[in-house]
């Protein structure tokens, strides 16, 4: 079998992972108490998440800023 499938599929976790979208309900800023949903109805005009709209919002990351440690783990999940 070729090496490059072999990788694949040892991987076929983070890859489905990766891009499947967030539940709304699943809460990203835990210090400010704001999940997805939160974010998508405050990003819907442009259907893109923007930090600064939902940091002016939400207080998103002014607190122990944990959630913008892991934004790489969410943020391409959200739309
Ligand atoms: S979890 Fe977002 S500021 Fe603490």
């Known amino acids: ?47 893109a998440f923007d930090l600064k709209t939902v940091q002016d919002k939400f207080n998103l990351g002014q607190g122990c800023q944990g959630c913008l440690k892991e934004i790489d783990t969410w943020v391409n999940k959200i739309f």
Not at 8 to 23: A, N, P
């Open 1 to 47: 079998m070729d090496k490059e499938i072999l990788n694949q599929i040892d991987r076929v976790d983070e890859l489905i992972s990766s891009t499947e979208k967030l539940d709304g309900e699943v809460l990203i800023c835990e210090c400010f108490c704001v999940n997805v949903a939160d974010i998508r109805d405050v990003c819907r005009p442009s259907q």
